[in-house]
Structures are given as structure tokens and as C-alpha cells.
């Protein structure tokens, strides 16, 4: 019989191999869960890209449900280390695919070439994907969904690819992305009024050196939080990013933020507002990163077969996150009106 102070004397050998052992896991770990259901798929994988192998992540209670593709913001800020905490009831309407772009989150390398890092190369990337996607999962046509700077990719994309393309849905749906348009003058106009309740001088300077810091402070990131701190703590849980991956976040946004070339039109509301497909945007009341007001021009300006308006009120720049319940009944409930583009395996001569 093995006495208590035996125990007493084991739990401290216990734990110092426990300690290790779970730090080399959480160092080493990159895998997705399980779903245990006949028809569902749960992959994390690496797809050649154009001669660059990038990271995709694909997962569906039913793999016959319409698929669609999550395009992350930026440019270079992944949102597939936050997939397991906003996804799974969208999980059982879609089949939700996040991809890694080129120098983003999993996909980053220190090798990517700074001087092709250019919005036209992560458009043709995004063209390898949702083909392959096509083909892999025999889907005519996806939902896209594009969050932030992800949204501009997918109106981009949209408006060229509409024979790929279901339907478009942006939330925090960016309008101008010149970054010294319309965009940075209503933003700065804001954070002046807030300066006093923020205890800065009433002549702070606003530039890119603080910016991001004040649109979190007052609350436009992320409705009632003052940090990127639940960000990270929910990724931190994510098992599809080890500690490595996790440390290429930072790295990744900072090198394509520094990077990318804009040699496509960077102001949607002067020339890309015209769709083919089904348009959808989806806002936070109190988003100040791509201000609300701008991206409801923008949506007035929109032309398209079908449109849809939304706006969540306890909600910054991250609706999907934020209140993730209400975005997956937002979207169920556009993919029940929206029934253009059914789910169906293309013929042979189709694929491609």
C-alpha cells in the first residue's frame, strides 16, 4: 500500500516530466480536430501555390454543404488560429476553408521575395486555391468571405471570377484601401474627439506609429476591449499553430504590410462596384478600422444581382469573432435565400 507522504513524494517527479512534455506538444503541435460524422472532413495541409507551398484548412460537418473560402485580412494577419473559436456552428452550414496566404501565419517564410509580394501574385494564389477547391471537393462555384483587408481581396476577386464564385460576403468591409484616403481622415477625426477620455494631449499626433494602439484603446478593434489580448489568448489554444507558427503572426503581418505592392485599384468606391454574384457585408456598429459609414457607401454605391446589409451592434471590426453565433445565423440565413449556386459535382470537362 503506497502511503501519502509516497504520493507527496511522486507528484513533484510527476510534474517534471509533465512540464516538458506538454511544452514540446504546445511547441511542436499543428493538427485540426476530429469531427465524428459520416460525412465530414477535417484536413490541415500544405498546397503548392504557384511554387510556394501555403497552408489550407478545411473543415465541414458535411462535406456536401456549399463550400466557403474565409479570407483572412492584413495584408498578412491570418485568422485560422482563431478558427476554433468562432467556426463551429458554421462548420455544420458550410464547408469552411481558411487559407494562409503567401508570407501570412503557417505559410510564412523567411525566404518569400520582397519584391514580388504584390496584390495581383495573392490574387493569382487565390485563383490556385479556389480551383483546387473546386476540383478536390467538387464544388461549381464558392462562397467567399472576406474579412478586413480579406475583403478587398474578395471584391477584387469576385468582380473577375464570377464564374468560381457564389456568392461575396465582406464584414469589416474595407471601401478605400489607400491608407491616406477617406479612410485615415475619418478615422483621425474620430480618435481627436476621443483624445481627452484616452488622457492624451488634444495635439497627439496621429500617424501609423500609434494608430492601431488608439483604434484599440477607444474600443474600434474590438468592442469593449482595450488590446489584442483576446486575440491572442484564443490563439494560443488554436492546435493547428505550435508556438512557432504562432511567432510567424507578427512576422508575417509586418513583413507584408512592409512589402506588398498595390498594383491593383485601391479604391473600391470609384471602380469596383459592379457584381455579377450575390454581395452581402456584414459590420460592426462600432468599427472604426474600416469605418462603418465608408463601407455603407460603399454597399449603397454596390451594383449586383442580389444584396444584403448588416450590422451587428455590440460589435467592432471583428463580427465573425466577436459574436460568432450571429454571424453564423447571418450566413445561414443568406445561404437559404441565396440558392443560385447549389452544391453539385462539376463533369469531367469542367474541372481545371
Known amino acids: ?65 456549399p463550400v466557403m473560402l474565409f479570407v483572412h485580412g492584413g495584408p498578412g494577419m491570418p485568422a485560422m488560429f482563431l478558427a476554433h473559436d468562432f467556426q463551429r456552428g458554421l ?11 503567401r ?19 495573392l490574387l493569382s494564389d487565390m485563383d490556385v486555391v479556389v480551383d483546387y477547391l473546386r476540383g478536390s471537393l467538387g464544388a461549381s462555384k464558392l462562397w467567399i468571405v472576406g474579412h478586413s483587408h480579406g475583403s478587398y481581396l474578395g471584391a477584387l476577386y469576385a468582380r473577375r471570377h464570377p464564374e468560381k464564385v457564389c456568392a461575396f460576403v465582406g464584414t469589416g468591409q474595407v471601401a478605400d484601401e489607400s491608407g491616406a484616403g477617406r479612410t485615415r481622415a475619418v478615422q483621425e477625426e474620430f480618435l481627436r474627439g476621443r483624445l481627452e477620455d484616452l488622457d492624451r494631449a488634444p495635439d497627439t499626433l496621429i500617424d501609423d506609429s500609434n494608430l492601431e494602439e488608439l483604434l484599440f484603446l477607444t474600443g474600434s478593434e474590438l468592442y469593449g476591449e482595450t488590446s489584442f489580448s483576446p486575440l491572442l489568448m484564443s490563439g494560443l489554444m488554436a492546435p493547428e499553430y505550435s508556438l512557432f507558427d504562432a511567432l ?24 469596383e462596384w459592379q ?16 469605418p462603418t459609414q465608408l463601407s455603407r457607401e460603399y454597399y449603397d454605391r454596390i451594383e449586383a444581382p442580389k444584396k444584403a446589409w448588416y450590422v451587428f451592434e455590440e460589435t467592432s471590426h471583428f463580427p465573425h469573432f466577436e459574436q460568432p453565433r450571429k454571424f453564423t ?18 463533369s469531367s470537362g469542367d474541372r481545371g
Request: proline letters at 5%; charged letters at 25%; aromatic letters at 10%.
Open 1 to 65: 500500500m503506497i502511503d501519502s507522504n509516497s504520493r507527496k513524494r511522486r507528484w513533484p517527479l510527476v510534474a517534471g516530466a509533465a512540464i516538458p512534455l506538454l511544452a514540446a506538444v504546445y511547441t511542436f503541435k499543428s493538427f485540426t480536430m476530429p469531427i465524428f460524422a459520416q460525412e465530414s472532413i477535417a484536413e490541415l495541409f500544405e498546397l503548392d501555390v504557384n511554387g510556394d507551398a501555403q497552408y489550407l484548412l478545411v473543415r465541414g460537418v458535411d462535406r456536401k454543404q
Open 275 to 290: 457584381f455579377d454574384v450575390p454581395v452581402a457585408v456584414i459590420m460592426g456598429r462600432h468599427d472604426m478600422v474600416t
Open 91 to 101: 462548420e455544420k452550414e458550410f464547408v469552411v476553408v481558411h487559407w494562409d496566404q
Open 329 to 346: 445565423k447571418t450566413l445561414a440565413e443568406l445561404k437559404s435565400r441565396w440558392r443560385d449556386c447549389p452544391h453539385q459535382p462539376k
Open 248 to 271: 510567424n503572426i507578427a512576422r508575417g503581418s509586418s513583413f507584408s504590410s512592409r512589402s506588398m505592392i498595390y498594383d491593383m485599384p485601391r479604391d473600391l468606391l470609384a471602380s
Open 103 to 121: 508570407a501570412s501565419g503557417k505559410s510564412f517564410k523567411n525566404t518569400t521575395d520582397q519584391a514580388q509580394l504584390s496584390i495581383s501574385l
